[in-house]
């Protein structure tokens, strides 16, 4: 039997990483939901002017990173890295989205948990020294997740009470080191989530596949560093949508930690699932990013955000994996954002 | 006109970064090539007990990583995090074959260049010291790959000259900062590669898409460090075969670099490509890991090698990208280890 010490997995950043800038873009769907106004670009062309629905997606990341970029006033080449991926095979995107950008990449895989990983990462990597700026960005597409996960869309199949809407949108955010950036959002802590599988197979409820994911990792966060859930403005999960946001509370509840107050998903925010008939909720890596990217980052420009948990959470499965009979293993990664 | 100024791009880690251990794993063909006996696993059922090619794939990085970890006398608990991502939509074989370890799993999207980002980036998250102890996991299998990315195997399809022939096998490396592996190979530097697209769209030539990307991260290596190639046991890119290595030699011999007398690629390596069949070579994530992890390894150990440059080389594409006309852009990251 090996002897093994317990190690903390939250990690303190040692030095001040801001959020230098964000932008949200995103269609018609999204600019008609509840956060439509905070979207920096939206596009009534679902196919952003181009000829097929992934060409549109990795025009949605170009155009996310071209506007932080601009917010910023910086030029992409002030870049160190991008980090970025997404839910199309092989993060195609991401590729055709930021191959204009002549920086180096660093391709992650997080699915919907994209935005956090990708931040929380680059976050670690600022921290290093080694790097002095970089981009973190994601994207989903109704059609073309529809088209690769689920049913050709012109088949019209009914969707299921649990099925959620995936979000076409995308988040960039431009993370620094700069001390010209005080005032700025920082992230301070971050938490890289754990695989866990609980045997769900429904490919149709997602929210199910990955609570016990989000559940872990806030946990775990509540419970390595003592922080009280009240002392948070928001505590936002990705895109839980009915289903899954209610298995987050109740299975939190179980574990004696209470944080319905302060808790909300960013797949039940970004859309009034009644009126836009999106049944659970939105979905997808450009869910909790634009989320992220458009409302919460315009929460803390005018003060009314001071300290959030943002955790992204991914299903990890491909279509093929699911037609073999495999179980739909969940991840939650967590990023804390303060102003000070 | 902004004034960017021009940073540097290579990393110098501040501290050791060791790599403890490694394993390679491989099938019926890699165990007949020329580095065979440097397999830890190999197995001449494709299926490596399992029922599907993916499940096999999966089967293989547990293999890996497991066996890594026994050669490095550490429990998975000790791990901070795993990285690691693989060619299947959605990295489904690293999300199978890895969900078993209790760690948190970082997702990456390199394609081929897995095996140098994942060492890329795990050093620089050592080297932050957030982090003390990480695996580095990939893998690839010929039979999944061609059923995703080219013909179904029962059609037996005639295969292009320049084609490769993907590499049954997988890779896993723990990457520690702990000074009792003194003694063992770390990595020294890490260089990021940008995405580079000279218009390749035959998906056919991997090589000739990946090369041009080989030649920007090694000649910028070079230029920035002023190293001299002759000082390196070997300059190995990751799975160019014979048209990518031509193309790199030549490209490079242009910019006045001529690294041909210690350069190889582990697509060559790995395969005798007249007697096995295999055309311009061996190609896929588990290509460059299998080799490192295996072959380049055993040579530090037996002190052949002190110095060397991993430069694990991605075709950035999916079927989809490829049918709907997309150009295929490359990538490589770079890795130097030496013993000292």
């Known amino acids: 039997m090996i002897n093994i010490e317990k190690k903390t997995e939250v990690i303190k950043l040692n030095k001040p990483v801001y959020i230098m800038s964000s932008a949200a873009v ?16 939206t596009n009534d062309d679902v196919k952003f002017g181009e000829k097929t629905f992934e060409a549109a997606e990795s025009e949605m990341q170009r155009l996310a990173l071209n506007t932080a970029l601009k917010k910023a006033k910086i030029h992409h080449k002030e ?12 993060c195609v995107s991401s590729i055709y989205g930021l191959i204009e950008f002549d920086v180096p990449f660093i391709g992650l895989f997080g699915a919907c ?32 997740a529809e088209r690769q996960f689920r049913f050709p869309l012109e088949y019209g199949g009914q969707r299921t009470p649990t099925s959620q809407w995936t979000v076409t949108g995308s988040g960039a ?27 769900i197979v429904d490919i149709s409820n997602m929210g199910a596949a990955m609570a016990p ?19 948070f403005d ?4 990705g895109d839980l949508g009915v289903e899954g946001k209610r298995i987050v509370e109740n299975l939190l509840l179980s574990e004696d930690l209470d944080i319905r107050e302060k808790y909300n998903d960013c797949g039940l925010m970004i859309y009034d699932c009644e009126k836009q008939d999106v049944h659970a909720g939105g979905s997808g890596c ?27 959470t991914g299903a990890l499965m491909s279509a093929g994996s699911a037609m073999q009979g495999n179980s739909i293993p969940g991840i939650a990664h967590l990023v804390r954002i303060q102003k000070m």
């Open 26 to 41: 995103g269609a018609t769907k999204e600019k008609e939901g509840p956060l439509g106004d905070y979207f920096d670009i």
């Open 79 to 90: 870049l160190n890295a991008v980090l970025a991926g997404d839910l199309l095979n092989q």
């Open 113 to 144: 948990s994209t935005m956090s990983e990708s931040i929380a990462l680059g976050s670690v990597l600022i921290d290093s020294g080694h790097f002095s700026k970089l981009a973190a960005v994601t994207s989903s597409h109704f059609c073309s």
């Open 173 to 199: 955010a431009i993370l620094s080191d700069t001390s010209a950036d005080t005032g700025k959002p920082q992230i301070t802590e971050v938490l890289f989530g754990k695989m866990i599988d609980k045997g």
């Open 213 to 231: 994911a989000a559940v872990d990792t806030i946990l775990k966060y509540f419970r390595e560093t003592g922080e009280n859930p009240a002392d």
């Open 234 to 237: 928001i505590i936002a999960t």
């Open 286 to 312: 450009g869910c909790s990013a634009s989320v992220l990217c458009g409302y919460f980052m315009k929460k803390f420009e005018i003060g009314e955000y001071k300290n959030i948990l943002f955790v992204s």
